[in-house]
């Protein structure tokens, strides 16, 4: 009897860590937002490290304009010469009929906005009631970007977004904080 007790609990627990939490759940986005409120310029505070960004040393930004049901995108930064680069590109909801909180950006050129893998997972993952701040993530948590329309943000805000962020399963410790120039 007591070698089946073993057996069913080694047999239950197999491939599991006693103390490793359970999988991450889904990323869970904002129900909605409003476009209008939404666009305008956008001030990088962190963010994970990705490819998209290994030349830029800092003055991040995101600029969204509403065009249609679409937004126009020019994500902007400054280099370690000192000079800045833009990237412009089109944000669409993923699905038709789904939330306008999940998006898929691209930055290819138009004539290559058929093929699928030209466009990436957009998810507004968090957003202040007043629209000044704003994180966004993708469903498998390699990217992750924490927005504010000011240059800073104060440390009970930023606590309160890296505690939700973690709940939502991605790691505050991996952020990269981005440094803007001084207000002025």
Do not use: H
Not at 12 to 30: F, H, I, S, Y
Not at 35 to 51: C, D, M, Q, S, V
Not at 137 to 150: F, I, M, Q
Request: aromatic share 12%; proline share 6%.
């Amino acid at each position: 009897m007591k070698i089946a007790i073993v057996l069913f609990f080694l047999l239950t627990t197999a491939g599991r860590g006693v103390a490793q939490d359970p999988a991450p759940r889904e990323v869970l986005v904002v129900p909605s937002i409003d476009p209008l409120k939404y666009a305008g310029t956008w001030y990088e505070i962190a963010r994970l490290p990705n490819r998209f960004e290994d030349d830029c040393i800092g003055d991040v930004t995101a600029t969204y304009t509403v065009d249609g049901d679409e937004f126009i995108v020019v994500n902007r930064c400054r280099k370690e010469n000192n000079e800045f680069v833009e990237a412009e590109g089109r944000a669409r909801k993923a699905v038709q009929n789904g939330p306008n909180t999940k998006l898929k950006v691209r930055f290819a050129p138009a004539f290559l906005s058929f093929l699928p893998f030209v466009w990436g997972d957009y998810w507004i993952i968090d957003v202040a009631a007043d629209y000044r701040y704003a994180v966004v993530g993708d469903p498998d948590r390699k990217y992750l970007w924490v927005l504010s329309r000011t240059k800073t943000l104060d440390e009970a805000t930023l606590a309160g977004i890296l505690e939700r962020i973690r709940i939502q399963g991605y790691d505050p410790r991996a952020l990269v904080m981005t440094p803007q120039q001084e207000q002025g």
